[in-house]
C-alpha cells in the first residue's frame, strides 16, 4: 500500500485530508512492524517448554520399527531444495522434564537455567488430572509454570489422553485416546490458556497420533479426524492468546502400515499403525498446515549419527541392533526424517517451519541394565550420546527450517523404575543425580 503525492496544488482542506490519510499510513506501517516482530509466532522474548512422559516410553516405540522389512515407503516428492539460511528468527533451544513426577520443581528448572536452554517442555495428561467434568486438578502445573516464568523460561504444554468419561471406546489400552467429541479437547485448551494467560508460550496439540497407541479409537488411526482436532484447538488456542505457538502433534517416525498385510499387524484391517511420511501427506491434502505455526516432529536417533540420512549406505560393525543396517528405512534417520517433512510442506508450496519436541540419542553406559527392545542404547557410548545431541542441536539451527527443539529429556532417571525404565537412558542426569557427560555438552555448547 503506498501513498500518492501528486496534485500538490490543493486547496487547504484537500490538503488536510492528504496529511491525514499519511498519517493513518504511517500508524499503519507501524502496527505492522510491531506485529512482525512481536505478533503472533514470533520469538521476541523468552522461551521454555516441558514434558512428562508415560511409563511405557510413548516417544521410544515410535522411532523403534520392527526388525522386520518395512512396507516400501512412499515416493519422496520431487522438490528443489535451496540452500537454506539460518532464519533471523532466533532459534529456541529446549528439553523436556518431568515436572510433576516428584523431585523439587524449583530444583529442576534451575537445571534448565544452568544449561542455558531458554525452553521447557511439559507434558499435560488430561485425562490423568480430570477425572471428573470440570475437576482438573492444576497443582503440579501450576508449579511448573510458576518455577519457569521465576526464570524467564519459556513453557510449551503437550496436552494428550483424554479422560475415559469423554470416550465410549475401550480396549486394553487405559490411556491415549482422544474425546468422542473433539471440541471437548478443544475446551480443555482453552481453560488451560485462561488459566496460564500470558505464562505459556507454545501448545503442542496431541502426540504420535500416527499410532494407536495414542490415538485409539474404534475406527483406528485417521489423519483427517486428527486434523479436526487441530483445526477446533487451534481456534480455541488462537482466539484466547494469539502469541502462542500452536504446535501440530509430532508424529511417530515407523516406516510401516498396519493397514496392510504385515507379520506384526493384527488381522483386523483396523490400522493401527500409520507411516510417518503417508499420515502427513493426507494431513497435508486436509489443510491441516492452515491450523498450526509450526509443524510437530521427533525422532530418537537409534543407533546412527544425526548428520546421516538412511540411505547412504552407514552402518556400524560392533552394533547389537541391527535395524538401520539390515533394513535401511528413512524412519531410523534423524537427518532423513526432518528433511522429508521439510520437503513436504515445501512440495506443498508452504514454508512452515517445523518445531521437533522430542529428540536425543540413548546410552545403557554404566546402568545395570536396559530397556527391553532398546539394544540400540547399548550400541551408543555416554561419549557419542554428547556428541550426537550436540550435534543435532547444531545441524537444526544451521537447516534454517526447525523453530524450536526439545531434548529428550533431563531427569526421567529420577522416576524410581530402574534401568529398564525405557526414558532413563536419553536422561541427562544418571540415577544418583549426577550429570552424564551430555549435560555438560549441552552447558558448553554455543547457543547463537
Same mark, same amino acid.
Given at each position: 500500500m503506498s501513498y500518492s503525492y501528486h496534485n500538490r496544488g490543493l486547496a487547504g482542506k484537500q490538503l488536510y485530508v492528504?496529511?491525514?490519510a499519511w498519517l493513518i499510513l504511517v500508524i499503519a506501517g507501524a502496527t505492522c512492524t510491531w506485529y512482525g516482530w512481536f505478533g503472533p !509466532?514470533?520469538?521476541?522474548?523468552?522461551?521454555?517448554?516441558?514434558e512428562e512422559s508415560t511409563p511405557i516410553a510413548a516417544q521410544q516405540a515410535v522411532t523403534t520399527p520392527p526388525a522386520a522389512t518395512p512396507t516400501t515407503p512412499p515416493p519422496q516428492p520431487t522438490v528443489v531444495r535451496p540452500t537454506v539460511e539460518p532464519s533471523d528468527e532466533p532459534f529456541g533451544y529446549g528439553i523436556a522434564i518431568n515436572g510433576t513426577g516428584g523431585g523439587d520443581i524449583n530444583y529442576w528448572m534451575d537445571l534448565v537455567k544452568k544449561l542455558g536452554l531458554g525452553w521447557v517442555k511439559q507434558q499435560v495428561r488430561w485425562g490423568v488430572f480430570e477425572n471428573s467434568p470440570g475437576q482438573m486438578d492444576w497443582s503440579g502445573y501450576d508449579a511448573v509454570v510458576d518455577a519457569a516464568n521465576q526464570r524467564g523460561i519459556k513453557v510449551m504444554f503437550s496436552v494428550?489422553?483424554?479422560?475415559?468419561?469423554s470416550r465410549s471406546y475401550t480396549d486394553d489400552n487405559p490411556e491415549g485416546a482422544p474425546p468422542d467429541n473433539l471440541?471437548?479437547?478443544?475446551?480443555?485448551? !482453552?481453560r488451560l490458556v485462561d488459566r496460564y494467560q500470558g505464562r505459556i508460550h507454545a501448545i503442542e496439540v496431541w502426540n504420535e497420533e500416527n499410532l494407536d497407541r495414542e490415538w485409539d479409537t474404534a475406527e483406528g488411526v485417521n489423519p483427517e479426524r486428527y486434523v479436526e482436532m487441530l483445526r477446533l484447538s487451534y481456534q480455541a488456542i488462537k482466539s484466547r492468546d494469539p502469541n502462542i505457538i500452536v504446535i501440530s502433534g509430532a508424529l511417530s517416525p515407523t516406516g510401516l502400515n498396519c493397514n496392510e498385510p504385515y507379520p506384526d499387524c493384527p488381522p483386523t484391517g483396523r490400522p493401527i499403525i500409520m507411516d510417518d511420511f503417508v499420515y502427513m501427506e493426507r494431513m497435508i491434502a486436509a489443510g491441516f498446515l492452515n491450523y498450526c505455526d509450526c509443524v510437530g516432529a521427533h525422532h530418537n536417533g537409534i543407533n546412527m549419527?544425526?548428520?546421516?540420512?538412511?540411505d547412504e549406505g552407514y552402518d556400524d560393525p560392533t552394533a547389537q541392533f541391527r535395524g538401520p543396517f539390515d533394513n535401511p528405512d528413512h524412519s531410523w534417520s534423524f537427518k532423513s526424517t526432518l528433511w522429508g517433512y521439510h520437503d513436504r510442506i515445501a512440495a506443498a508450496g508452504s514454508d512452515k517451519p517445523l518445531c521437533v519436541t522430542e529428540f536425543g540419542w540413548a546410552s545403557a553406559e554404566g546402568f545395570d541394565g536396559y530397556p527391553p527392545g532398546f539394544e540400540f542404547a547399548l550400541d551408543n557410548t555416554l561419549e557419542e550420546q554428547a556428541q550426537w545431541d550436540v550435534?543435532?542441536?547444531?545441524?537444526m539451527r544451521q537447516w534454517g527450517f526447525v523453530k524450536l527443539a526439545f531434548l529428550w529429556n533431563l531427569n526421567y532417571s529420577q522416576l524410581g523404575w530402574g534401568p529398564e525404565d525405557p526414558n532413563a537412558p536419553y536422561a541427562l542426569i544418571d540415577f544418583q543425580g549426577m550429570p552424564r557427560p551430555a549435560f555438560d555438552a549441552i552447558q558448553q555448547m554455543e547457543k547463537p
Open positions: 492528504a496529511i491525514a !509466532g514470533s520469538d521476541g522474548g523468552q522461551q521454555t517448554a516441558e494428550v489422553d483424554a479422560p475415559r468419561w471440541s471437548l479437547y478443544a475446551d480443555f485448551l !482453552g549419527p544425526p548428520d546421516v540420512a538412511w550435534e543435532a542441536f547444531q545441524l
